[in-house]
């Protein structure tokens, strides 16, 4: 399998895929960080496209960023962090869909978000969370449509708007 820089110039980005010398490139892309030569990237590609795994560093070989691929799609666990090491967002993917639990969390590791998915589409229950845990949306998705709390606009209970 060739290992290549992503900086070497006989790499080019089309639309159409990524090529090696004109002809898709097939093997794994890496890039450096320019002051101490940790890597920060590494790509695998087939025939082209994006194929296997990605990976992705904060300087000192903090991991950022992981996720696979195949074919050109997202398949798979897509999984981000901040450079403290902490999970900041968790997504997973099928065919290139959203599938399953998507989640999110703030710097402090409280949860702010948890989707599900079915075939890139929300369904069943979504929750979203402001910074300190407590609830800020929470509703179902039921065949497209929507049912409980989105927590868009501030509500007023009706007799207390005509009390006023």
Known sequence: ????????????????????????????LFRLDPQTQ???????YARGNRHGNWIQYFPGHVLKEFRT?????KIGAFVQYFPTGKKQQEYHFQNDEYQ?????????????????YMAGYEE???????????????????N???????GTKNCVNVSARLLN
């Open 1 to 28: 399998m060739r290992t290549i820089s992503v900086d070497n110039a006989q790499i080019s980005f089309e639309n159409t895929g990524v090529f090696y010398q004109g002809k898709p490139f097939s093997g794994k």
């Open 144 to 150: 497209g449509r929507r049912f409980g709390l989105l």
């Open 38 to 44: 940790d890597t920060l990237k590494i790509e695998s």
């Open 69 to 73: 691929f195949d074919q050109g799609k």
């Open 124 to 142: 069943g229950s979504q929750k979203l969370f402001y910074d300190n845990g407590q609830v800020r949306a929470n509703y179902v998705m039921k």
């Open 100 to 116: 399953g639990v998507a989640s999110e969390w703030n710097e402090s590791g409280v949860l702010i978000r948890e989707m599900h």
